[in-house]
T-cell receptor, first 113, second 112 residues
Framework: DAGVIQSPRHEVTEMGQEVTLRCKPI?????LFWYRQTMMRGLELLIY????????DSGMPEDRFSAKMPNASFSTLKIQPSEPRDSAVYFC???????????FGQGTRLTVV | GENVEQHPSTLSVQEGDSAVIKCTYS??????FPWYKQELGKGPQLIID?????GEKKDQRIAVTLNKTAKHFSLHITETQPEDSAVYFC???????????FGQGTRLTINP
């Protein structure tokens, strides 16, 4: 298995633009997690899906952030409109059931200028 | 909610020496404690984990110990090598919310 695949690896965008991050979980995993990593706040869970259904989105910072999982092999995290403070590395992770044994993708480094 | 504190934030050791990173957690119901290693430009990689029904687990040069009474757990790396240089994160499963809560990370540098 290729592991969790995220795209793009790097994204630079201007403030106000829409940004879409993509994730393909490990085949057979039914839980998917989106994390944000910053120096100030470390690794924060934004949202997690189980069987394609959002279970907990309490970590989503504000309405500008939205996430979808239309099927078991694909998820998106969208920021609209983007702001400089959204600059961070965004990770997707997947697991079988609970967060136990979660595998992380390589991340998307987002820079909003 | 769960809170995980990790110390030290940076650690520098000579190659061949041992390194120890410590974490404390707040939720006494937590029952799963993984450790992740993050190399530059990569995602966190699970290196070892422990569940609350055991006190220690070893995998070659790495080991994790858990003290449930004191609510702390530690990562031990013996015979350190340059490739052990990375940022290490501990985490605890917040059982109420079924979330992994991460410590702030320890930047480990192995000096040749």
């Amino acid at each position: 298995d290729a592991g969790v695949i995220q795209s793009p690896r790097h994204e630079v965008t201007e403030m106000g633009q829409e940004v879409t991050l993509r994730c393909k979980p490990i085949s057979g995993h039914n839980s998917l997690f989106w994390y944000r990593q910053t120096m100030m706040r470390g690794l924060e869970l934004l949202i997690y899906f189980n069987n394609n259904v959002p279970i907990d989105d309490s970590g989503m910072p504000e309405d500008r952030f939205s996430a979808k999982m239309p099927n078991a092999s694909f998820s998106t995290l969208k920021i609209q409109p983007s702001e400089p403070r959204d600059s961070a590395v965004y990770f997707c992770a997947s697991s079988l059931g609970t967060p136990i044994g979660a595998f992380f993708g390589q991340g998307t480094r987002l820079t909003v200028v | 909610g769960e809170n995980v504190e990790q110390h030290p934030s940076t650690l520098s050791v000579q190659e061949g020496d041992s390194a120890v990173i410590k974490c404390t957690y707040s939720d006494s119901a937590s029952n799963y404690f993984p450790w992740y290693k993050q190399e530059l430009g990569k995602g966190p990689q699970l290196i070892i984990d422990i569940r609350s029904n055991v006190g220690e687990k070893k995998d070659q040069r790495i080991a994790v110990t858990l003290n449930k009474t004191a609510k702390h757990f530690s990562l031990h790396i013996t015979e350190t090598q340059p490739e052990d240089s990375a940022v290490y994160f501990c985490a605890a499963l917040w059982t109420g919310a079924q979330k992994l809560v991460f410590g702030q990370g320890t930047r480990l540098t192995i000096n040749p």
